[in-house]
Nanobody, 114 residues
Framework: QVQLVESGGGLVQPGGSLRLSCAASESIFNFNFMGWYRQAPGNERELVAQIGKGRNTYVANSVNGRFTISRDITENTMFLRMNSLKPEDTAVYYC????????WGQGTQVTVSS
């Protein structure tokens, strides 16, 4: 059973930065895609950023230029570097990984507030 564990969330002021981590229980090279989703209260879960096995990346327009997705295969970990955070970035952030099915982490809260 694949396990994904997120960390790095917290409370940050507008304009601040955070780095989220997603540690996988197996080699992340086994996954076709890994990604970060977020869900704010009352909203649907939305894709924030995604990275493919070939290191191709996608970043949503709403965070383009502020968020960067990356991975460390040796550590079996995926990252989301978030800069210039805005109050509208407040949400629970989920890590996902897909091969034959999609696996999810438990989520980590990110709150952007002064």
């Amino acid at each position: 059973q694949v396990q994904l564990v997120e960390s790095g969330g917290g409370l940050v002021q507008p304009g601040g930065s955070l780095r989220l981590s997603c540690a996988a229980s197996e080699s992340i090279f086994n996954f076709n895609f890994m990604g970060w989703y977020r869900q704010a209260p009352g909203n649907e879960r939305e894709l924030v950023a995604q990275i493919g096995k070939g290191r191709n990346t996608y970043v949503a327009n709403s965070v383009n230029g502020r968020f960067t997705i990356s991975r460390d295969i040796t550590e079996n970990t995926m990252f989301l570097r978030m800069n210039s955070l805005k109050p509208e970035d407040t949400a629970v952030y989920y890590c996902s990984a897909s091969k034959l099915r999609v696996y999810w982490g438990q989520g980590t809260q990110v709150t952007v507030s002064s």
